[in-house]
Nanobody, 116 residues
Framework: QVQLVESGGGLVQPGGSLRLSCAASGSIFSIYAMGWYRQAPGKQRELVATITSGGSTKYADSLLKGRFTISRDNANLVYLQMNSLKPDDTAVYYC??????????WGKGTLVTVSS
């Protein structure tokens, strides 16, 4: 099994930056892609970005892509660099792993609060 643990969330002022980290452990060789999702208060969970084991990235939209960057150091460490943060970015951010079989593994989330 694979376990995902997020870190790096916190309180930041509008326009500020945070870098979220996702550490994977266990059978990480079974993971095809990892991604970041977020769930804002009162809203459904939504995709932010994904990155494959080969380094290919996708973002939810072009505007978000200009502020957020997903990257990885290796198969078990993935980051989400968030710049120019807005209050609307406030959410619990979840790390996701997709197995070669299409299954999903989720972290427990890290809270990002953007407020002055």
């Amino acid at each position: 099994q694979v376990q995902l643990v997020e870190s790096g969330g916190g309180l930041v002022q509008p326009g500020g930056s945070l870098r979220l980290s996702c550490a994977a452990s266990g059978s990480i060789f079974s993971i095809y892609a990892m991604g970041w999702y977020r769930q804002a208060p009162g809203k459904q969970r939504e995709l932010v970005a994904t990155i494959t084991s080969g380094g290919s990235t996708k973002y939810a939209d072009s505007l978000l892509k200009g502020r957020f960057t997903i990257s990885r150091d290796n198969a078990n460490l993935v980051y989400l660099q968030m710049n120019s943060l807005k209050p609307d970015d406030t959410a619990v951010y979840y790390c996701n792993g997709k197995g070669w079989d299409g299954g999903d593994v989720w972290g427990k989330g890290t809270l990002v609060t953007v407020s002055s």
